[in-house]
């Protein structure tokens, strides 16, 4: 996934976001994930979550 993330990376408006950033606390990136990645990254996180709490 790291490859087909990478060029978007490259593309964003960094110092856009980092305005927003630093002037809101918070900054989206729409464009950076796809739906489906997005929905993928999503359920990773949700099984790790649950994971650490059976620990």
Known sequence: MT????????????VG???H???EGWARIPGLLTPVECAE???SFRR????????
């Open 17 to 19: 976001l980092t305005q």
């Open 3 to 14: 490859d087909v993330i990478a060029p978007r990376i490259d593309r964003l408006d960094w």
């Open 41 to 43: 990254a999503a359920t």
């Open 48 to 55: 790790r979550m649950a994971s650490a709490s059976m620990s």
């Open 21 to 23: 950033l630093d002037g």
